[in-house]
């Protein structure tokens, strides 16, 4: 897919090929999120196009992509920063095709902090699990900003991951297993247990 994709691109840039190549098995490039932290530990630019690869598992636009190649010296500079403020988001959201769901498993796969706190992966599955009201109480802060996941990406960003830091503190657990019981688990047993209240 990856390379149908790159081949479809008006650049001379190899870069995303030769990594595609480098990484690849029979054909299939599989990437798990410390994969991509390794990878970026070695190589910034490197880490930057796992990064790139990971957060798109399903696949990308061709324009959107096209953007992302032409745009990795920008890409590989804002990377190279250890604890993001809301100057340094808001330049990585200005870069096209990258939202907030995004950059956050761009910062989660970089293992970046935001504000001094670890980066979390909030996409539409983690959304629909924290807005709903079985989880409500576990994220007091995304309750404040609640139902304005879209409208105002920044405070709700920010609100979730106080929820996910005061989560890790309490629980003694880091944010990248947060995201995979939301991502993996957390609907399941939200479904599983309402079905259960209602027999």
Known sequence: MWLGLL???NSS????????????????????RRDVREIFAKDASKGVIATI?????????VNALSLLVRDMPTLVTLMSIKDFGQEELNELLSQPGISVPTA???????????????????DDTAIQVIESTYFAG??????AV?????S??????QAYLRDVLDICEKHDLDADMVDRYLAEHALADMTAEIELASV
């Not at 690869?53 to 636009?61: D, E």
């Not at 956050?104 to 909030?122: N, Q």
């Not at 576990?138 to 309750?143: E, I, K």
């Not at 609640?146 to 879209?150: D, E, H, Q, T």
């Open 7 to 9: 081949e479809r691109l």
């Open 13 to 32: 840039d190899r870069t995303f090929q030769t990594f595609i190549k480098e990484y690849a098995t029979d054909g299939e490039i599989t990437l798990a």
């Open 53 to 61: 690869i990971w957060s798109h598992a399903r696949g990308i636009r």
């Open 104 to 122: 956050s498993k761009m910062l989660s796969a970089c293992g970046k902090t935001y504000c001094k706190m670890p980066a979390a992966i909030i």
């Open 138 to 143: 576990d994220f007091p802060n995304v309750a």
């Open 146 to 150: 609640r139902g304005k996941s879209r």
């Open 152 to 157: 105002r990406p920044m405070p709700y960003y």
